[in-house]
């Protein structure tokens, strides 16, 4: 284990005990003043803008959460389960791979044109006679920014439960179906317990990258919305490291926090081990 330990120690524990250490340092005209104080604490904690930012992220995460968990259990389920030939259903999951070939930044600006007022979108609405004006909210808003994250982090959802439910032993079906159960309660009752691993790891890299995001926010709602992580790139413009070392912080016990609840309902451990 010694060659892991020395990765983690050189390219994690390192840089994180060097941003907590900064964000303790003191700051003035520009100039990092080594020192122990916890002023950049307080600044970030007593700013509004800072509780404005994280309810705003969390909210995202929440939705994008719940719709990558639907469209991801159901990709997933209809793979494994409904594709009969396993060669086709591993290439109908390498095609779900194949957005990510290309850069997160394309896929994202892939939207623009989609959601536009002049967009395909408001185009054929508008053509069908289905609106009379160019629907508003589709571009340069939440709605737009929550369609990105789903498009973007869709798939991280997809692998971890299409993995747990491929190990299903398929007799418990049959078994289900003996003891009467419809189709819907041998999905609550059989497949949901049973992929409760792979929701759990799909949310916590899901819930991860919504929080750590960067320009998505700021590109999708027009510069309406930002992230906390955009307020740390404006810290560290101007040369405020300190100011940005704590928000980090700050952002990582909060990221932290939100994984050990996570994890606190579902034992990941327990049942990777229950299923081998």
Same mark, same amino acid.
């Given at each position: ?24 340092? =003191? ?10 104080? !916890?002023?950049?604490?307080?600044? *970030? ?8 930012? @994280?309810?705003?992220?969390?909210? !995202? ?19 494994? !389960? ?15 791979? #194949? ?47 929550? *369609?990105? @994250?789903? =498009? ?52 916590? !890299?899901?819930?991860?990258? #919504?929080?750590?995001?960067? @320009? ?26 300190? =100011? ?10 909060? #990221?932290?926090?939100? #994984? ?5 309902? *579902? ?10």
């Amino acid at each position: 284990m010694a060659p892991l330990l020395a990765v983690l120690l050189v390219f994690v524990v390192a840089p994180l005990a060097f941003v907590v250490a900064v964000s303790f340092f =003191h700051y003035d005209n520009f100039a990092i003043i080594p020192a122990f104080s !916890f002023e950049n604490y307080a600044d *970030v904690l007593t700013a509004h803008l800072t509780y404005e930012l @994280y309810v705003t992220m969390i909210w !995202f995460s929440l939705l994008t959460w719940f719709f990558t968990l639907i469209i991801g259990f159901t990709v997933a389920y209809f793979l494994v !389960f409904h594709v009969r030939n396993p060669l086709i259903a591993i290439g109908l999951f390498l095609v779900c791979t #194949v957005p990510f070939w290309t850069s997160n930044v394309i896929r994202m600006i892939s939207w623009l044109p989609l959601l536009g007022k002049q967009g395909l979108i408001n185009s054929a609405l508008l053509a069908t006679g289905v609106t009379r004006q160019p629907l508003q909210f589709l571009l340069f808003s939440d709605f737009s920014v929550v *369609v990105s @994250y789903v =498009h973007l982090f869709t798939i991280f959802m997809i692998v971890p439960i299409f993995n747990s439910m491929s190990r299903i032993d398929r007799t418990l079906f049959e078994a289900a179906a003996d003891a009467g159960s419809s189709r819907w309660q041998t999905l609550l009752h059989v497949v949901v317990p049973l992929c409760k691993s792979g929701i759990a790891l799909g949310s916590i !890299f899901v819930v991860t990258l #919504v929080m750590g995001d960067f @320009y998505v926010v700021k590109v999708m709602s027009g510069g309406s919305r930002a992230s906390i992580v955009s307020a740390m790139y404006d810290d560290i413009s101007t040369l405020l490291f300190p =100011h940005a070392a704590a928000n980090a912080v700050i952002l990582m016990i909060i #990221v932290v926090i939100m #994984v050990s609840l996570i994890l606190r309902v *579902v034992d990941v451990r327990k049942e990777l081990a229950s299923q081998r």
